[in-house]
């Protein structure tokens, strides 16, 4: 079983940037390929970014592509999303998690964080 814990929310006008981090416990981090969530109040759950096990690869929504980059740090058992050039839009809950698959699929990650609320205003 893995515990995950998102960090480093908060509130910030458009154009600023944030870094989310995502700690984990309870299981072999290395083994996992990590993602990044978001949702909106009324709308699902949509993929933001996701990384491989090792680090050496990433995938964006083509809505971040360019602002987000995702990076893990697997002797620390975290994984990060660094976000820039914020724009209201961006304003969600983030959420991080963990699967045996690297994907955009959000089915395919067993193990969810609680959530961090970003709040982009105009």
């Known amino acids: 079983q893995v515990q995950l814990v998102e960090s480093g929310g908060g509130l910030l006008q458009a154009g600023g940037s944030l870094r989310l981090s995502c700690a984990a416990s309870g299981g072999t981090f290395s083994s996992y390929a990590m993602g990044w969530f978001h949702q909106a109040p009324g709308k699902e759950r949509t993929f933001v970014a996701a990384?491989?096990?090792?680090?050496?690869?990433?995938l964006y929504a083509d809505s971040v592509k360019g602002r987000f980059t995702t990076s893990r740090d697997n002797a620390k058992n975290t994984v990060y999303l660094q976000m820039n050039s914020l724009k209201p839009e961006d304003t969600a809950v983030y959420y991080c998690?963990?699967?045996?698959?690297?994907?955009?699929?959000?089915?395919?990650?067993?193990?969810w964080g609680q959530g961090t609320q970003v709040t982009v205003s105009s």
């Open positions: 990384i491989s096990w090792s680090g050496k690869s990433t």
């Open positions: 998690a963990a699967g045996g698959r690297f994907t955009r699929s959000r089915d395919a990650y067993t193990y």
